[in-house]
């Protein structure tokens, strides 16, 4: 016989239900949320409140409707999430519980997942339409068309990707996977009576890449890394799906990695210049040094 859920059990899988809503862009209205869990409009209210004392939520003056304040969208991870919902039911449970303990581990806890060095941050705020707009196609698998670099574009929506400061949707068409940078998304159409089906390659290619690159086969390459700077490639992976080979006698590192599209990597591979090299295929070190050669030529008078 199935064994029936906690109090706890039902109050985590609810909160979890409801930060994955917001964290998706969605506002959430107290009597839709209670007729969803079967529950009443005032366990909802104290489930809002709940979780107000942790998170960035906004009220629509109008509707009544609850939201995730934009600068937050899509940061918290599902291990983040189950995380806010298990304490919040503890908090709830056990009242003697100490709550500035409660505050001091998820904030310490936030510093860790969302804390970010080296990168400018757009301003989520001026997204938020987007924002919404966006997760309700995704949500309902509604095709979409806009404006982009000047040209329309009809599309599957799939996922809102952040990547080093910016705000990206994922969209697939004719079931290739493209990247299409928000801040230069305009004249947005839902097409509310044309569906489109998940398709398992573009969902795998999704899980699979990193950041924003997209390809249904992937380059492998091979780097050489001196030793001078050796240590921070044992200590990181920084250079894409990065496997080290080989280390010499001399402590340099032969590395492979994996790519997309050039871009991932030449911009990498110009920061750590003198340091690594592309030894496999040659013509992308030929590109680069190309490139080097280009940017030195003195200026056209």
């Known amino acids: 016989m199935k064994r029936k859920a906690s109090t706890h059990e039902r109050l985590a899988e609810r909160l979890a239900n409801i ?3 917001l964290n998706t862009g969605y506002q959430l209205g107290v009597a839709e949320l209670a007729h969803e869990f079967q529950v009443s409009t005032r366990t909802i209210e104290r489930d809002f409140d709940r979780l107000n004392t942790y998170l960035p939520l906004l009220q629509d003056e109008y509707t009544k409707k609850y939201f995730l304040d934009p600068v937050y969208l899509g940061r918290f991870k599902l291990q983040d999430i189950q995380n806010f919902a298990q304490l919040s039911g503890i908090s709830e449970l056990y009242p003697s519980l100490d709550m500035s303990f409660l505050r001091g581990l998820l904030d310490e806890r936030a510093n860790q997942v969302f804390s970010a060095k080296g990168y400018y941050y757009e301003n ?3 997204f938020a339409e987007h924002f919404q707009v966006f997760a309700g196609a995704i949500h309902k698998r509604q095709k979409i068309s806009f404006i982009y670099n000047d040209r ?3 599309v599957d929506p799939y996922r809102l990707i952040h990547h080093q400061g910016s705000w990206y949707l994922a969209a697939a068409v004719a079931d290739e996977l493209r990247a299409y940078r928000l801040s230069k998304i305009d004249q947005v159409v839902v097409h509310e009576s044309e569906l489109f089906e998940h398709h398992l390659e573009v969902l795998t290619q999704l899980e699979l890449s990193e950041g924003i690159w997209f390809a249904k086969h992937k380059q ?3 780097i050489s890394v001196r030793p001078e700077v050796a240590l921070y490639f044992k200590q990181r992976l920084l250079l894409p799906e990065q496997q080290i080979v080989l280390e010499d006698a001399s402590g340099g590192l032969l590395i492979d990695c994996q790519i997309c599209h050039e871009m991932q990597l030449l911009p990498l591979v110009r920061y750590w210049i003198p340091y690594i090299k592309i030894i496999e ?3 992308f070190q030929e590109k680069l040094e190309q490139d ?4 030195l030529l003195p200026p056209l008078s």
């Open 19 to 21: 930060l994955t809503k």
């Open 124 to 126: 989520a705020q001026q």
């Open 152 to 154: 329309l574009r009809h």
């Open 220 to 222: 492998t390459l091979k």
């Open 281 to 283: 295929p040659a013509h």
């Open 292 to 295: 080097l050669q280009h940017y």
